[in-house]
């Protein structure tokens, strides 16, 4: 079972920028598809993105151009960075780690979450 906690959610203003962070545990760390979806009050969560084990990405259109996805294998690491953040960016944001093929991506687990918020 693979273990997943998110850091670096906090508030931001509009058209600032933001670093989430994944670590894992539990698992080989560099076989590992890994993902980040993010939940707004009263919508469904929704998929923002995901990396696959050999560092080949995938984003949603409306993230593509300001969210950039990465891991660091030496720190069990996966990283979302966020720029131009807009109000509609507020959400609570979870990694987590499943099945990736092209754009598909399958969550078997995830994280606790943690919460962003863009004020405009």
């Known amino acids: 079972q693979v273990q997943l906690v998110e850091s670096g959610g906090g508030l931001v203003q509009f058209g600032g920028s933001l670093r989430l962070s994944c670590l894992a545990s539990g698992s080989s760390f560099e076989n590992l598809a890994l993902g980040w979806y993010r939940q707004a009050p009263g919508k469904q969560r929704e998929w923002i993105g995901h990396?696959?084990?050999?560092?080949?990405?995938a984003y949603l259109g409306s993230v593509k151009g300001r969210f950039t996805i990465s891991r660091d294998n030496a720190k069990n690491t996966m990283y979302l960075d966020m720029n131009s953040l807009q109000p509609e960016d507020t959400a609570v944001y979870y990694c987590?780690?499943?099945?990736?093929?092209?754009?598909?991506?399958?969550?078997?687990?995830w994280g606790q979450g943690t919460q962003v918020t863009v004020s405009s």
């Open positions: 990396i696959g084990w050999g560092g080949d990405t």
């Open positions: 987590s780690q499943g099945f990736s093929k092209g754009r598909l991506f399958r969550p078997d687990s």
